[in-house]
């Protein structure tokens, strides 16, 4: 299924931002990602869902070049952001990651301060000239990740010495620090007490008004919460791609229905 072929009438199909034709992806002999094609829009949260092992973390690490740090890996096809390709030789994948950032399943603070935690990007990509307008990307970030209020009297503590909840939110700070124009996050949630895990969603929702936004998760509930169109991935393949409540409520195809009714996976 190639969402390029997708014909719908979806409320949500918004004009792509980044766009990925025929993806394949192989670790060594094994073929993880098969011919998988698919549209991402600003402003709006895509949600990547399936059975373990289904591809769905492999093809996010495509979006932003990850997995050109696996020696076994090899990458075919296209993927454009904002019409550029994004595997050409003449782009940077340094500067790549800074327009679209990663958050990973376990918060990985800097082994830095609070406050240090959110410059690096800043500093490391010239985005401030002096340290006030540094204090202002930090400052901004953490009220922007919803965390600003609870750790602005200890900016100097080490990040690590968060709870998980509030590392994760340092982690999408730091992200958003260096301006994104995607925000990946692979089971962001998957580490996080219910309590944490719903000021997490909040926050997705509120960040998708500035970004775009890709998330795999294995909850259900949390796809149907959060996003706004869903893919679910089969055995490296793109089963089917629409808006989040067709999929849920009126799958087109059978694998979908029976992984969303619990039959499998």
Known sequence: MNETSETTASGNMKPPFMVAESVNVWYGETHAIKDVSLNIAKNQVMALIGPSGCGKSTFLRCLNRMNDT?????????ITLDGQDIYSPDLDPVALRARVGMVFQKPNPFPKSIFDNVAYGPRIHGLSTNRAELEDIVFTSLERAGLLKEVKDRL??????????????LCIARTIAVNPEVILM??????????????IEDLIDELSQDYAIVIVTHSMQQAARVSQRTAYFHLGELIEVDD??????NPTHKLTEDYITGRFG
Do not use: N
């Not at 080490?158 to 939110?169: E, F, I, K, V």
């Not at 089971?187 to 219910?194: G, I, M």
């Not at 989040?244 to 409520?249: I, Y």
């Open 156 to 169: 100097d503590q080490p990040g690590t010495g968060l709870s998980g909840g509030q590392q994760q939110r």
């Open 186 to 199: 692979d089971e962001p949630c998957s580490a996080l007490d219910p309590i944490a895990t719903a000021r």
């Open 244 to 249: 989040t409540d067709k999929v849920f409520t």
């Open 70 to 78: 696996i020696e076994t890996a090899r990458t075919t096809g296209r």
